[in-house]
């Protein structure tokens, strides 16, 4: 077998390349199959297909996309949107004033309209005749039903909408209008070049798909420029254009969206491979590479690693959880596509094994036309460690685990995914690595930590708490594993390694362990806040405040806060103190074990720094559970006391929140709110969809098992302290205070100002306003309760600028104001040890 290296594949050799049948390792600089006309096609495929030409490459990788209906989904909800503002009467100013602006630009005679062409049935015809002209059969009538589809479609859209009628003097500054104040929606020209250049796409190089796009852009600025269409009309008929695209995607397929064996036969016979057996040895899977076992001619055993799209992606829930844990985290670099994926994945496995490490020889990395990139690497014959017992792994094995973890961190590299599952032991006992996708290389010495823990915790799932810690004592240096220990907590781990263990408290067992074995303290919490983050809370705390006052007189606005009464403001700054310190009640009275009353409101003053500037408060929870297991509290049970202190926010908030509404009731005509007859209809069948993707084999076992697992837990932790009267008491007790004195804080501003008000009602707003909130993800409900108490301060009875004045001031000193005590007391308890 041997490496291509002519037009269809050119090679690019690797510095001391691994030996292998196919030789030196291919690089990505051109897809498979693009071959020179007049070369000669590989050979035929045994038990494959017998033609290897394009068009049967073509069909082997079409397929459909999952996201194309999830695009479908916006084109048609944004396009009804736009069919709703078109069908009001007039137009938006800054509509008129975009037309206006594109009207003024020169006027070049017809060469204008010769656009405009494109977006007609010319601009069909051409485009369908190009393709079959380059033999593209199936890009012509992909081309040719889109242009047609999205024709009719227009033309419906125009029997529909009525033409949208502007006032003459909106358009005084039109130059080339065509003197009709009536505009067709949406635009045909648009909608029509926009679906040709949509069902192309797949077909054709990115710069041709970028020069296609240019070009819709083009002849919508020439719709406008002729004065036949409006800007809500052009982009109406370009969202239409791209969803008529997509579903035509979804309904026939598209290139490049499926990987069958056919198409990995024909790909490897194009590097010059000769399968004879292709195997599928790793499922479907949306987001996961395909991975198939390839026997060659000359009886060789390959693997070949798909890769359909990016695959080295963290999800939000990770990241988030990753920013919460006591570990300082480093944003891996973001992969562009999936052929830089391979290509990452060949360079850091060639390095890794240069460095010693045991891993599956890379021998070639290349593209399928019209298809994904693959990576192959030597088949070796053994068994991963996830299927040994633990009485066949001995210490020997445990030993080269670790050597090869050693052999990582020497040559720098991260390698980010040690699960069992991708550690192979051979025959002969060696361990070798594969799967280096999320892989980092030239790191700082500290991230190899990662590894050690993802190790240690793969181990234990196999081999015990016990043994695994011992052979790591014995393998590496204690100030390495010391370095690992804050990587072992479910925060700091992706869910691939916590499913590893039988049971979730193995994971605290397993950091105890090493900590006692170490000798050392449980890491101390690392703040999620950072430098950007206050930057970007500040610059919203200054807009939002910047914007208030336009609302009203910001003349009126500064008067009232320059003569505000200074006894009263000065009460308002006592309640937002009082009520920090009052939150510690609600953890006092969540705990079942007595805890020390100075240092939990110390925590809880510094709450207000890491809390109040933390996404939906976020840092609040992450402090004190922090606090709670600097204490000994095991993690479950200092869960269960942040669950049950949340569970008594929910309560006390809720209730508050009904009442207020009852309140406010002529500000809020709860009465005259009638339920649409297909709400209980569509709870009961998103109720009914619920429990039937619970009865499935997926929710039943991935899913409901662990909803009643986590309640099970929730309950055995939270149980003792709710039989106890006093600690329930107090628990709830401290959540009301804690809500009466934060909305004390607006009485006494806007008694500051002199205003009439009735306290209850204005307690009724603030109780409302902070739930909305709390309901949004902004730090501290920035925006979202400002907007609140300015709108319901204003419907009951206290004029604009009185509001926002208070609104404004309220917010300042009761809320943002604790934050200043709150870094000076965060970074005294980090020094001291506290958390």
């Known amino acids: 077998m041997r490496a291509r290296t002519d037009a269809a594949a050119s090679a690019v050799r690797w510095d001391d390349p691994p030996a292998g049948p196919i030789g030196p390792v291919v690089d990505l600089s051109a897809p498979v199959g693009e071959a020179d006309p007049d070369e000669p096609t590989a050979p035929p495929v045994a038990d494959g297909p017998r033609r290897t030409g394009r068009y049967l490459r073509l069909r082997h990788s079409i397929g459909r996309h999952p996201g194309d209906v999830f695009r479908m989904a916006v084109a048609s909800g944004v396009v009804l949107v736009c069919v709703l503002v078109a069908r009001a009467r007039g137009a938006n100013e800054v509509e008129i004033a975009i037309f206006n602006e594109i009207q003024r630009l020169p006027h070049w005679s017809r060469g204008w309209q010769v656009l405009t062409w494109f977006g007609f049935w010319p601009g069909i015809v051409v485009g369908a005749g190009l393709a079959l002209y380059l033999g593209r059969v199936r890009m012509a009538l992909a081309v040719g039903w889109s242009g047609a589809v999205a024709w009719l479609l227009v033309a419906l859209l125009h029997v529909l909408v009525r033409a949208r009628a502007i006032d003459v003097a909106l358009l005084a500054g039109s130059l080339h209008g065509s003197g009709t104040q009536s505009f067709q929606f949406p635009s045909l020209h ?3 070049i926009a679906a040709l250049a949509t069902a192309a796409a797949p077909y054709v190089t990115r710069a041709e798909r970028y020069g296609s796009w ?13 004065g036949t269409n409006l800007p809500l009309g052009v982009f109406a008929g370009a969202v239409l254009g791209w969803g008529v695209g997509t579903v035509l995607h979804l309904v026939l397929g598209a290139p490049g969206r499926r990987t069958a064996e056919p198409s990995v036969q024909v790909a490897l016979s194009q590097v010059g491979v000769v399968p004879e057996r292709v195997t599928r040895i790793r499922g479907r899977r949306l987001l996961h590479p395909q991975v198939y076992d390839v026997t060659s001619a000359d009886g060789d055993r390959l693997r070949v690693k798909v890769v359909p799209r990016l695959h080295r992606l963290a999800g939000p829930a990770y990241k988030l959880r990753r920013l919460l844990a006591s570990v300082e985290v480093v944003n891996e670099p973001a992969m562009s596509t999936p052929r830089h994926e391979v290509a990452h994945e060949a360079y850091i496995t060639l390095l890794a094994e240069r460095a010693g490490v045991g891993t599956l020889p890379v021998l070639l990395a ?55 599952s991708n550690l192979l032991v051979d025959g002969s006992g060696r361990i070798r690595i594969s799967d280096f996708t999320f892989s980092r ?75 006692e074995r170490l000798e050392c303290d449980v890491p101390p919490f ?52 009082l009520a920090v310190v009052v939150s510690s009640w609600t953890i006092l009275g969540a705990s079942r074990d007595r805890l020390p009353v100075g240092r939990t409101i110390a925590v809880q003053v510094a709450a207000a720094f890491t809390g109040r500037t933390t996404v939906a408060a976020l840092g609040y929870y992450a402090i004190n559970l922090a606090f709670l297991e600097r204490l000994g509290v095991r993690r479950p049970d200092a869960v ?55 009865l499935t084999p997926y ?18 932790t939270t149980a003792p302290t709710l039989r106890r009267p006093v600690r329930t008491l107090q628990l709830l007790a401290g959540e009301t205070v804690f809500l009466a004195l934060s909305a004390a804080g607006i009485v006494s501003t806007l008694a500051a100002f002199g205003a009439h008000f009735s306290v209850v009602a204005v307690v009724a707003v603030f109780v409302v306003a902070s739930t909305i909130g ?39 000193l009761t809320f943002w104001l604790p934050v200043v005590p709150g870094i000076v007391a965060f970074r005294l308890l980090q020094h001291r040890g506290v958390i």
């Not at 290349?366 to 990139?373: R, T």
């Not at 010391?482 to 869910?495: E, I």
């Not at 005509?669 to 009914?688: E, F, R, Y």
């Open 190 to 192: 648009v909608a029509v």
């Open 214 to 226: 240019v070009l819709v852009v083009a002849v919508a600025v020439t719709d406008l420029h002729e």
């Open 366 to 420: 290349s593209e399928i036309e019209h298809g994904p990139p693959f990576l192959i690497q030597q088949q070796v014959d053994g068994r991963a460690l996830v299927t040994l017992s633990a009485e066949e792994v001995d210490d020997a094995l445990l030993a080269e685990v670790w050597r090869n973890v050693r052999a990582l961190g020497s040559a720098r590299i991260a390698h980010h995914g040690l699960t069992a």
């Open 441 to 515: 290389v030239a790191t700082p010495d500290r991230h190899n930590c990662q590894d050690v823990a993802e190790v240690l915790v793969s181990l234990t799932s196999v081999v015990g708490v016990g043994r695994a810690v011992d052979s790591a004592l014995h393998a590496l240096p204690p100030p390495l594993l010391q370095g690992a220990l804050p990587h072992l907590q479910p925060l700091a781990l992706h869910a691939t390694f916590r499913r590893q263990l039988p049971e979730r408290s193995t994971l605290g067992e397993l950091r105890e362990t090493v900590a």
């Open 526 to 577: 690392r703040s999620p806040v950072r430098p950007a983050t206050v930057a970007i809370v500040a610059a919203g705390v200054v807009a939002v405040y910047l914007l208030l006052p336009e609302f009203a007189s910001i003349t009126r606005v500064r008067s009232l806060i320059a003569h505000a009464d200074d006894g009263w403001l000065a009460v308002t700054v006592a309640t937002g103190m």
């Open 640 to 694: 269960g006391v942040l669950l049950l202190n949340r569970a008594a926010t929910v309560v006390v908030s809720g209730l508050a929140t009904v009442i207020g509404l009852l309140v406010i009731r002529d500000a809020v005509p709860i009465g005259s709110v009638s339920i649409p007859w297909w709400a209980p209809v569509a709870l009961g069948a998103a109720v009914v969809a619920a429990a039937a993707f619970l």
């Open 699 to 716: 929710g039943r076992d991935r899913v409901w098992k662990r909803i009643r697992s986590m309640l099970g837990e929730l309950l055995a």
């Open 774 to 812: 709390q309901l949004l993800p902004t730090p501290g409900g920035l925006g979202a309760v400002e907007g609140g108490l300015v709108a319901g301060l204003t419907a009951v009875g206290i004029p604009p600028a009185t509001a926002i004045a208070a609104a404004f001031l309220a917010r300042v």
